[in-house]
């Protein structure tokens, strides 16, 4: 094999690894990779990737060797430190104008501190979303790239060759926005995700316990609504879920353990959300339900002290509360993504940058976990011109909204009647209906707080930004606190 050969180098042959390198070599372009524990590379060789043009390398200062310059390095490793060490030990053998990727799912903080470190160094720094799990990363992921914008046309050609495609051809991978932004996008993406997920958990909880479905019917209901607006990749193997059997013929589902993991981009969404000043309550509550199902032990054991209510079924036939849950389901998902593009808007101006909000829902439209239908409408909508402020005002979903609320309020009715617990389910109402109000009891709250702290307020009579301080009690002082907002 001649050096400089490679159009690109891959250090890390994990799994999601492995796939992005399969990918890349069937779409034509030639690899070279390293991975740590330098025996895996030869694995590989002789195993996944044999009959590839997949090149092996048992060295970083080898890889480099066989890349073509700007040399391109992907990095599939675990985030966090061990990016910065990798960076670290392919930076010797790089020169002004190559390119490192990150290609993990990192903080975006860390990306924004990359992408200006390098860039001292004359080295062009990538970091990038990728979704769709080992299948999409074998044929066609969702692939969010930001960082130093001079980097994206040395990748574009291989990043959206063997992204995933829409109807039309078009790849799910386009720039995001410099620093730090694709993996703020792909963090939002995963926040998304993680409610996605609990809503379709909750919705099977309530057809579980209130109807009594078995798996089997289970399978059936998810299946029939895979068919039409809830067409979605999460709830398509959800259906295939309740199909599937253990070796004794029982559904594997009701074996499994109901205590969830997660592996912290979730909370991550959260926390930029309370940085922002964003409600992105659905998503909040999504990772809290997955710290309940933790206390595993704690749960049995109040199970046996803590009594419930005594209803156990819903009232009403059985169709028409399976329909009053998939319109529960279907609303309470246009909140969590309406709350997800909040927190995009928000950060978008917070550090910047220039979020093509379209654009990101169309490369989540297809290869990625967040993959349905659904996305097409949000892309539509970002098309319109003006812009919606908020996915709640457009038509196609306010109008849905509308036609639906009875059911969704019913719904949740029923569950408090059956003491299903539907934290975002409930949260996703709770948000539409504070959104809706025009006058929220917050003036009270403002005046506590003026009360016991002299934090002022302003008043309704008043323009904005004129703040006030009343003397309660008749013995404070006309002095007031300074005025700031977290």
Partial sequence: MPEASCDIGLIGLAVMGQNLVLNMNDHGFKVA?????????????????????????????????????????????????????????????????????????SLFTDSNRRTKDLAAKGILFIGTGVSGGEEGARFGPSIMPGGNPAAWPHVKDIFQSIAAKVEDGTPCCDWVGEDGAGHFVKMVHNGIEYGD?????????????GLGLTADELHTVFAEWNKGEL?????EISSHIFAKKDDDGQPIVDKILDTAGQKGTGKWTVFSSLDLGQPVTLIGESVFARCLSALKEERVAASKILAGPVTK??????????????????????????????LLKAAAQEHGWKLNMGGIALMWRGGCIIRSQFLGKIKEAYDKKPVPENLLLDNFFSAAISGYQASWRAA????????????????ALAFFDGYRTARLPANLLQAQ????????????DKPRGQFFHTNWTGHGGRVSSSTYTV
């Fill in 197 to 209: 997920m609990q809503l379709i958990c909750e919705a099977y909880d309530l057809l579980q316990r």
């Fill in 449 to 460: 707080r003026d009360y016991f702290g002299a934090h002022t307020y302003e008043r309704t």
């Fill in 33 to 105: 990779v390293f991975n740590r524990t330098v025996s895996k590379v030869d694995e590989f060789l002789a195993n996944e990737a044999k009959g590839t043009q997949v090149v092996g390398a048992h060295s970083i200062e080898e890889l480099a060797r066989l890349l073509k310059r700007p040399r391109r390095v992907m990095l599939m490793v675990k985030a966090g430190d061990s990016v910065d060490q990798t960076i670290s030990r392919v930076l010797p053998y790089l020169e002004a104008g190559d390119i490192i990727i990150d290609g993990g799912n």
């Fill in 313 to 342: 079924t819903v009232p009403g036939g059985r169709v028409q509360f399976i329909e009053d849950v998939r319109r529960a389901l279907y609303c309470s998902k246009i909140v969590s993504y309406a709350q997800g593009y909040m």
């Fill in 231 to 235: 067409d979605s990749y999460l709830v």
């Fill in 412 to 427: 949740l009715v029923h569950a408090i009647e059956l003491g299903v617990p539907t934290p975002a389910f409930s949260t």
